[in-house]
């Protein structure tokens, strides 16, 4: 069983930076490939990007890939996702997610444990 708790979250300008933190519980974090969704107002949860048990390979939707870096410290049971140069479609509640399974994950149904989700909305 994995807890997962984000934070970092807020309200920041187009074309600035963030960098929302998970923190997870248990012992056997690094047996797991993290993920980070996002769900829009009246939208799916979509994919962000993830990251291997290892840190060592990640994977990120098109939409963010260049902007976002995903990484994790496994010392620390903690995942973050560095956001660079926002935008305003990026506002969405941003959710850390744990998966139990081989090999990184991109959809909803492949992730085991959620996190609560933590708000980042992004003024034009």
């Known amino acids: 069983q994995v807890q997962l708790v984000e934070s970092g979250g807020g309200l920041v300008q187009a074309g600035a930076s963030l960098r929302l933190s998970c923190a997870a519980s248990g012992r056997t974090f690094s047996s797991y490939n993290m993920g980070w969704f996002r769900q829009a107002p009246g939208k799916e949860r979509e994919f962000v990007a993830a990251v291997t048990g290892s840190g060592g390979t990640t994977t990120y939707a098109d939409s963010v890939k260049g902007r976002f870096t995903i990484s994790r410290d496994n010392a620390k049971n903690m995942v973050y996702l560095q956001m660079y140069s926002l935008k305003a479609e990026d506002t969405a509640d941003y959710y850390c997610?744990?998966?139990?399974?081989?090999?990184?994950?991109?959809?909803?149904?492949?992730?085991?444990?959620w996190g609560q989700g933590t708000q980042v909305t992004v003024s034009s």
């Open positions: 997610a744990a998966r139990a399974g081989y090999g990184l994950g991109t959809t909803k149904t492949a992730y085991n444990y």
